[in-house]
T-cell receptor, first 112, second 119 residues
Framework: QSVLTQPPSVSGAPGQRVTISCTGS?????????IYWYQQLPGTPPNLLIF???NRPSGVPDRFSGSRSGTSASLAITGLRAEDEADYYC????????????FGGGTKLTVL | QLQLVQSGAEVKKPGSSVKVSCRNF????????INWVRQAPGQGLEWMGG????????HYDRKFQDRLTITADELTSTVYMELHSLRSEDTAIYYC????????????WGQGTLVSVPS
């Protein structure tokens, strides 16, 4: 069971907007630990999508955006496209006794 | 352009060890951390640990700290991940990933190495 909780799946039609939530606790997202989002296409390594909560690396379309509030974070994708169909993971750091990098369980995005 | 190239797939017996390499092409080696993340079949991502060669520091997740060793060879710009006492649950794709600033931002990732431990 992951320390960060994500919905197992979300879906949307082309052109629509979807959001993926990432719920943590006071020992990780709640401590203002940085949040990262990765996109993983089938059969490929994860690829950095969002860093430091809401920043996009060069080459990532502005259709992707990140936000955080309290002990949760969200990834929003607007203007959904077929090529966005992938698994999405949030990542942060937990400063509890375990002191570890933590990932969400992943969310499968299906473009209808 | 930094590229991380990992060694090939492995099939191991339960109880044995596996050593996976990750070679750094085109980037600074000593002042860059390399971390290891694994992904079991059909499952999510799991951080194992990392090394920061310039500080000679390693950090391991508690789950693996008793049987995981991460080392670095500056001469060949290669980082090694060795997992001991393998069991079937260790069957996974093992990825290395760069962490340039020590803040656990992983970019880029290696291509992945499949380690199979048949029961």
């Amino acid at each position: 069971q992951s320390v960060l909780t994500q919905p197992p799946s979300v879906s949307g039609a082309p052109g629509q907007r979807v959001t993926i939530s990432c719920t943590g606790s006071s020992s990780n997202i709640g401590t203002h630990s940085k949040i990262y989002w990765y996109q993983q296409l089938p059969g490929t390594p994860p690829n950095l999508l969002i860093f430091d909560d809401d920043n996009r690396p060069s080459g990532v379309p502005d259709r992707f955006s990140g936000s955080r509030s309290g002990t949760s974070a969200s990834l929003a994708i607007t203007g959904l496209r077929a090529e966005d169909e992938a698994d999405y993971y949030c990542q942060s750091y937990d400063s509890s006794l375990r002191a570890s990098v933590i990932f969400g369980g992943g969310t499968k995005l299906t473009v209808l | 352009q930094l590229q991380l190239v990992q060694s090939g797939a492995e099939v191991k017996k339960p109880g044995s060890s596996v050593k996976v390499s990750c070679r750094n092409f085109g980037g600074h080696f000593r002042n860059t951390a390399i971390n290891w993340v694994r992904q079991a079949p059909g499952q999510g991502l799991e951080w194992m640990g990392g090394i920061f060669p310039v500080f000679e520091e390693t950090h391991y997740d508690r789950k693996f700290q008793d049987r995981l060793t991460i080392t670095a060879d500056e001469l060949t710009s290669t980082v090694y991940m060795e997992l001991h006492s393998l069991r079937s649950e260790d069957t996974a794709i093992y990825y290395c990933a760069r962490d340039m600033n020590g803040d656990y931002l992983f970019d880029p990732w290696g291509q992945g190495t499949l380690v199979s431990v048949p029961s």
